[in-house]
């Protein structure tokens, strides 16, 4: 690649990289020995709610090519990259007997990254509950805080002597969003009160498996990915800020305060108190969650929200939900990725970083995901095959020069990951959007091509900057 003249320098040793998770990209869903997780289990029900009736059985195929996919992700570049560990696959009833299958696929996919470099960040769920667990009603049990500490704790015996950074939970609101509030993950409920509660034992959960990682003394870091959703408010009116305020306790403060200071937000603790739905809890889980706050913060950023004041008064029979204390606001003028349906906000990126140097004592951080979900991105493929996805690196530079700014202000953030490494099976969207920096051809057994932003990215790496 040839050198050009680099503007915009990274500290030296910037984690270059991308991020993906297992139900995304492994496939082999019913193979080995794995169990079923809660997404084949609703896709098997309701293969309706997925875009072009497309389910979680195949997906990239990530099982069967890592090593070709491992090969590739050293060709552009990553130094670094996060998978998730599938729970349904290496503990098939969700607590109990370790599936010695799954323990050497993920043993074998570790060392070959390590054998080209490329330092594995291992998260351990995201998004995909075992469905053994489920049944006995998934994170609002408190059984399964227990079994998510055990099963932590077998990540961390059988691969935490080449894995150096963990982490707990991948957005662990979005879970309890769709599964329990807006109806887009199995359980399909609508429910406050569950939503606190599994809120709450998912918080247990990082700080339990925080407490046992410290105590295996096994010398890397721990943490927790978080989407942060900045909240702006419509204008500087006190009602907007207020709504502004309620809405970034509900959806940011909710898990970053716990898992950064060990403390809940006043602001939602009234609120849950004056409405009657604080979660149960045990005597010592306050301190338990106080005393085991992590290492390492993963940032995942696509889209700002922005609020204003409730125009409505809200009606008091409908089921009780965070939009009783303000409405979203369309911002006119607004920059859209209009496949995913999310506005582009690339200041957004600086303020979370900057928000988090002044008032979460500059934890060290890393940018873990960021990306643009694109449909349709085959008519942008060229005569030699290669798909042109100028937007794609637009996008990630334009958010690239916002991290920089934040480095040079001292900002403790050491990488940019993006979403995702190849185009993968995005939840009830399937392949609707393409995300990575790698195709994949569904028709032709999985076929990869690296796109323009993938080469483009090797380097940005290897110069450290662009
Ligand atoms: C994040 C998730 C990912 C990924 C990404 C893109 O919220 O951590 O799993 O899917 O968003 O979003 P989507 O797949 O909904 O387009």
Not at 212 to 231: M, V, W
Not at 324 to 338: E, H, I, Q, T, W
Request: net charge negative.
């Amino acid at each position: 690649m040839t050198e050009s003249v680099v503007q915009y320098r990274f500290p030296e040793g910037f984690w270059w990289g991308s991020s993906a998770s297992a139900t995304q990209t492994e496939g082999a869903a019913d193979r080995d020995g794995k169990s079923q997780n809660i997404w084949d289990y609703w896709y098997e029900r309701e293969p309706s709610r997925f875009f072009n009736g497309v389910g979680p059985g195949d997906t990239s195929r990530f099982y069967d090519k890592y090593k070709e996919d491992i090969r590739l992700m050293k060709e552009i570049g990553h130094n670094s990259f996060r998978l998730s560990i599938s729970w349904s696959r290496l503990i098939p009833d969700g607590t109990g007997e370790i599936n010695q299958k799954a323990a050497a696929f993920y043993q074998n996919v570790i060392d070959e990254m390590l054998a080209h470099h490329i330092e594995p960040f291992v998260n351990l769920f995201h998004f995909d509950m075992p469905l053994a667990l489920q049944r006995s009603g998934g994170w609002v049990s408190r059984n399964t805080v227990d079994a998510f500490e055990h099963y932590a704790k077998t990540c961390f015996s059988l691969f935490g002597g080449k894995v150096k950074k963990w982490f707990t939970h991948n957005e662990p609101i979005v879970p309890i969003e769709g599964g329990y509030l807006y109806d887009f993950h199995y359980p399909n409920h609508v429910n406050f009160q569950e939503a606190v509660q599994a809120g709450f034992h998912t918080l247990l959960s990082n700080a339990r498996a925080v407490k046992a990682y410290r105590e295996l003394k096994q010398d890397g870091q721990i943490g927790i990915i978080l989407n942060l959703t900045p909240s702006y408010p419509r204008s500087s009116h006190p009602e907007d800020l207020k709504a502004a305020r309620i809405a970034d306790a509900f959806f940011n403060r909710s898990f970053l305060d716990p898992a950064v200071k060990g403390e809940f937000p006043s602001e939602l603790v009234e609120i849950l108190k004056a409405e009657g739905f604080l979660p149960r809890y045990e005597k010592d889980d306050l301190r338990l969650i106080q005393e085991h706050t992590i290492d390492l913060l993963g940032v995942n950023y696509y889209q700002p929200r922005r609020v204003k004041a409730k125009e409505h008064v809200p009606n008091p029979h409908a089921p009780f939900l965070p939009e009783r204390f303000f409405d979203p606001y369309v911002m006119p003028g607004r920059k859209m990725n209009p496949h995913r349906g999310w506005e582009i906000y690339e200041k957004g990126i600086y303020d979370i970083l900057t928000n988090l140097r002044e008032h979460y004592g500059n934890i060290e951080c890393f940018i873990s995901e960021n990306g643009m979900g694109v449909e349709g991105e085959e008519r942008f493929r060229d005569e030699d095959g290669i798909i042109q996805d100028d937007y794609r690196i637009e996008f990630i530079k334009e958010h690239l020069k916002w991290v920089h700014r934040a480095i040079g202000e001292g900002s403790n953030v050491k990488g940019y990951h993006l979403w995702t490494f190849m185009d993968n099976w995005s939840w009830t969207n399937a392949y609707k959007n393409r995300y990575g920096f790698v195709s994949v051809n569904l028709e032709n057994g999985g076929g990869r091509t690296v796109k323009k932003s993938g080469r483009w990215f090797k380097s940005v790496s290897d110069q450290n900057g662009f």
